[in-house]
T-cell receptor, first 112, second 111 residues
Framework: KAGVTQTPRYLIKTRGQQVTLSCSPI?????VSWYQQTPGQGLQFLFE???????NKGNFPGRFSGRQFSNSRSEMNVSTLELGDSALYLC???????????FGPGTRLTVT | KQEVTQIPAALSVPEGENLVLNCSFT??????LQWFRQDPGKGLTSLLL?????REQTSGRLNASLDKSSGRSTLYIAASQPGDSATYLC??????????FGGGTRLMVKP
């Protein structure tokens, strides 16, 4: 069974631009969560989607948003990029909520 | 608010040593606890998941224990190898399917 996939793997953007990252969960998994990893703050929870609905949201500004499609694939969007948004963005999927989460390889976003 | 702490932050050991990584959390009302491994610039690889009703889990040379009442978990690595060099992360499952991560322990195993 294929693991969690994330595209693109690397991205370079300029301040003020917006970006969309994509995550395809393991087949059959219905919950998708997003995390941001930076050297200073470590791994922080962004949001979770289950059955196309956002179920939980971390402490991030409204510039960070996401959605989930009927096939459980998820996208996250960051608008008006800031230098501090440079990070590794990780997606995780699980069969159901509170089940074991499996992580993708991440998207490395660099904002210049 | 759940807080997860990992000690030590970094560890360097010679090959063959047995070692223990520590994780503590402030709120004992957790669902599960999971240990991950992360290689530089890569995603997270799941090592062990301990459900809240369990006390420990084992996989090969790895053994993880959980004591909810004291808010602690330990990851024991037996007979360490250079290939074990990585950052080890502890994460607790809170309500709402949200993982709270510790800061990690960066392990270096020297040949």
């Amino acid at each position: 069974k294929a693991g969690v996939t994330q595209t693109p793997r690397y991205l370079i953007k300029t301040r003020g631009q917006q970006v969309t990252l994509s995550c395809s969960p393991i087949s059959g998994h219905r919950s998708v969560s997003w995390y941001q990893q930076t050297p200073g703050q470590g791994l922080q929870f962004l949001f979770e989607y289950f059955s196309e609905t956002q179920r939980n949201k971390g402490n991030f500004p409204g510039r960070f948003s996401g959605r989930q499609f009927s096939n459980s694939r998820s996208e996250m969007n960051v608008s008006t990029l800031e230098l501090g948004d440079s990070a590794l963005y990780l997606c995780a999927s699980s069969l159901e909520r509170s089940y074991e989460q499996y992580f993708g390889p991440g998207t490395r976003l660099t904002v210049t | 608010k759940q807080e997860v702490t990992q000690i030590p932050a970094a560890l360097s050991v010679p090959e063959g040593e047995n070692l223990v990584l520590n994780c503590s959390f402030t709120d004992s009302a957790i669902y599960n606890l999971q240990w991950f491994r992360q290689d530089p610039g890569k995603g997270l690889t799941s090592l062990l998941l301990i459900q809240s009703s369990q006390r420990e889990q084992t996989s090969g040379r790895l053994n993880a224990s959980l004591d909810k009442s004291s808010g602690r978990s330990t990851l024991y690595i037996a007979a360490s190898q250079p290939g074990d060099s990585a950052t080890y992360l502890c994460a607790v499952y809170n309500a709402g399917n949200m993982l709270t991560f510790g800061g990690g322990t960066r392990l270096m195993v020297k040949p």
